[in-house]
């Protein structure tokens, strides 16, 4: 079986779609640009999507945006932004149904870098979660880790300078002003309880010019 010269232009509505979806992530239109074609089995693909308002639980209201091109179950090319008010999230990459491969990711609040992905990094979450070196780094900010998730797993996160406010771009109720110095976890599980072991120094904004300091 074969599609031919498959094309699509237009939005899709929620209320058009009604009891078909789940209540979240909600929005209200998606504009939508989209053709196929080629044998069902390899169907080549193509489009882009853009949706605004779109909400999802104690997240601010997302921009999203998004453009691919690809080869059946596979998207060989990804490039895909989230955005609220004052901060935006892109990446870029490729993905199928059981892991994907992100060449870039930079998180920004505004014009000014946060963090940038500094070398790619796969992410699988067949048999199991895994997330191979990622290496985040951004202006005396830094972010590395690995994990390997399931029955039996192991979890590296080390952070330097970072800051709980950023999250304040994201959340609907962010948590208190903490500037982590450092954050260095350590982990692993056999079919049980972690044994672990971290390290710690942060600051915590009290107010008024004072802050308190945590090691």
Same mark, same amino acid.
């Given at each position: 079986?074969?599609?031919?010269?498959?094309?699509?232009?237009?939005?899709? &509505? &929620?209320?058009?779609?009604?009891?078909?979806?789940?209540?979240?992530?909600?929005?209200?239109?998606?504009?939508?640009?989209?053709?196929?074609?080629?044998?069902?089995?390899?169907?080549?693909?193509?489009?882009?999507?853009?949706?605004?308002?779109?909400?999802?639980?104690?997240?601010?209201?997302?921009?999203?945006?998004?453009?691919?091109?690809?080869?059946?179950?596979?998207?060989?090319?990804?490039?895909?932004?989230?955005?609220?008010?004052?901060?935006?999230?892109?990446?870029?990459?490729?993905?199928?149904?059981?892991?994907?491969?992100?060449?870039?990711?930079?998180?920004?609040?505004?014009?000014?870098?946060?963090?940038?992905?500094?070398?790619?990094?796969?992410?699988?979450?067949?048999?199991?979660?895994?997330?191979?070196?990622?290496?985040?780094?951004?202006?005396?900010?830094?972010?590395?880790?690995?994990?390997?998730?399931?029955?039996?797993?192991?979890?590296?996160?080390?952070?330097?300078?970072?800051?709980?406010?950023?999250?304040?771009?994201?959340?609907?109720?962010?948590?208190?002003?903490?500037?982590?110095?450092?954050?260095?976890?350590?982990?692993?599980?056999?079919?049980?309880?972690?044994?672990?072991?971290?390290?710690?120094?942060?600051?915590?904004?009290?107010?008024?010019?004072?802050?308190?300091?945590?090691?």
């Amino acid at each position: 079986r074969e599609l031919a010269n498959f094309q699509v232009d237009g939005e899709v &509505r &929620r209320t058009t779609l009604g009891g078909w979806l789940p209540a979240q992530p909600g929005f209200d239109v998606v504009q939508i640009k989209a053709r196929a074609a080629g044998p069902l089995a390899r169907l080549e693909h193509a489009g882009e999507l853009q949706a605004a308002d779109v909400t999802v639980p104690k997240v601010k209201p997302l921009a999203l945006t998004a453009q691919w091109q690809g080869r059946g179950d596979t998207v060989e090319r990804l490039a895909a932004t989230a955005s609220t008010a004052t901060a935006r999230l892109a990446l870029t990459g490729r993905l199928n149904p059981r892991e994907a491969h992100w060449d870039t990711l930079e998180l920004a609040h505004g014009d000014q870098l946060r963090l940038r992905l500094a070398a790619p990094v796969r992410v699988r979450w067949q048999d199991g979660m895994m997330i191979d070196d990622l290496q985040l780094r951004g202006p005396g900010t830094q972010v590395t880790g690995s994990v390997q998730w399931g029955a039996s797993g192991k979890v590296q996160l080390a952070m330097e300078n970072f800051s709980s406010t950023w999250l304040a771009d994201w959340l609907l109720d962010p948590p208190p002003a903490v500037q982590l110095q450092l954050v260095a976890l350590s982990g692993k599980w056999e079919r049980g309880p972690m044994q672990f072991s971290m390290t710690t120094g942060a600051s915590l904004d009290l107010g008024g010019g004072r802050t308190a300091t945590v090691n």
